[in-house]
């Protein structure tokens, strides 16, 4: 887990990782504890895009991440195991016991996805989430819209998902006072299932 929370940190700080690969060579436990996603976004707008993203290589070699917890915090607008990628990640799996919790909320258009944020350009293959994502947010909210989904948050700029799972559920709450954008299948390729629960009117393409 500290290797991991390393990872996080050198990529938050502008290492991008571009040109090399991680591996990840067992399984990791995470304890609960509010994660602090690879990679951060910090404004995301159609035409500006700001942060620090993974843009290397994360060969998960079939491991699974175990109690992942994700919460909002201000200053980042995307969550997941990977915040913001340009890279590649495959062949990871986050565990039934992560939980992303989307109460809190309070910037537009933030993304949540157990493995990637927000997915800009890069890769996500073979990767699987039983993930639990959950809402007790009322219609008194000033949320606007959430992008969510099951495996990324966004992806966008030809991003490619292909070949995942979710097996997770996603919950929440109806009715509110924002729209809810579901990503879980959009703009992916290959095999892609949906298997856990989704109690949610989405806005977009599920």
């Not at 493995?115 to 007790?136: E, K, L, P, Q």
């Not at 966004?154 to 997770?168: A, H, K, P």
């Not at 996603?170 to 703009?187: E, F, G, K, N, Y």
Request: aromatic share 6%.
């Amino acid at each position: 887990a500290a290797e991991l929370a390393g990872l996080a940190k050198l990529v938050n700080a502008g290492t991008d990782f571009s040109g090399q690969t991680v591996y990840l060579d067992a399984d990791v436990d995470l304890g609960g504890h509010d994660w602090t996603p690879i990679g951060q976004v910090t404004a995301l707008a159609k035409d500006s895009i700001q942060g620090s993203a993974f843009a290397g290589v994360f060969d998960g070699q079939g491991h699974t991440v175990h109690g992942l917890s994700l919460k909002f915090a201000e200053g980042n607008l995307g969550y997941g195991l990977f915040g913001y990628s340009t890279g590649s990640i495959s062949d990871v799996s986050v565990a039934s016991d992560g939980v992303i919790d989307l109460s809190g909320v309070t910037a537009d258009l933030t993304p949540f996805g157990a493995i990637v944020g927000f997915n800009n350009g890069g890769t996500v293959s073979r990767c699987t989430s039983a993930a639990r994502i959950t809402d007790d947010g009322t219609e008194t909210d000033t949320r606007r819209s959430l992008n969510v989904g099951g495996i990324v948050g966004i992806n966008d700029y030809g991003g490619v998902v292909e070949y995942c799972v979710n097996l997770g559920s996603i919950h929440l709450p109806t009715p509110r006072a924002t729209s809810v954008r579901m990503s879980i299948l959009c703009s992916a390729t290959g095999h892609i299932f949906q298997c856990g629960d989704v109690n949610a009117a989405p806005l977009g393409p599920v």
